[in-house]
């Protein structure tokens, strides 16, 4: 299991590989990116600490709530360009029914809980900074 808040990009095909296990029939890949609403960059901040912590709550909730086999999250934060990955949901499970609802519930727990804020960049300009990147 992979629970990360980084700078780094992220290798999403490396870690889709690593998460698969022999009981998944079902393996759902979630991928959050930077999209074009207006803005030139994303500035995204996070308290990592206190965040990877509340990823690991949420994977294990999760993952007892859904019945899921795996749960790899990871999410970025520094000045992200157009296009760039955001975070990275993997989760596998015997079914896609569970796999579907796992990962819906990962993403709205994140935006709900984790500290990660996000600030839009444009013309050079910096707007509010708004929880749940």
Known sequence: MV???QKEDIDIGALITAS???ADGAQLVFVGCVR???MD???IEAFVPVAE???AD???EAKELFHLNSVDIVHRYGRLALGETIVVIIVGASHRPEAYDGSRYIIERLKERVPIWKQEISDGKKGAWV???
Do not use: C, F, M, Y
């Open 3 to 5: 629970l990360s808040v």
């Open 20 to 22: 698969r296990t022999h």
């Open 36 to 38: 074009d609403d207006g």
């Open 41 to 43: 960059e994303l500035e």
């Open 53 to 55: 912590k509340d990823l």
């Open 58 to 60: 949420i994977a294990a």
């Open 131 to 133: 929880h749940g990147a």
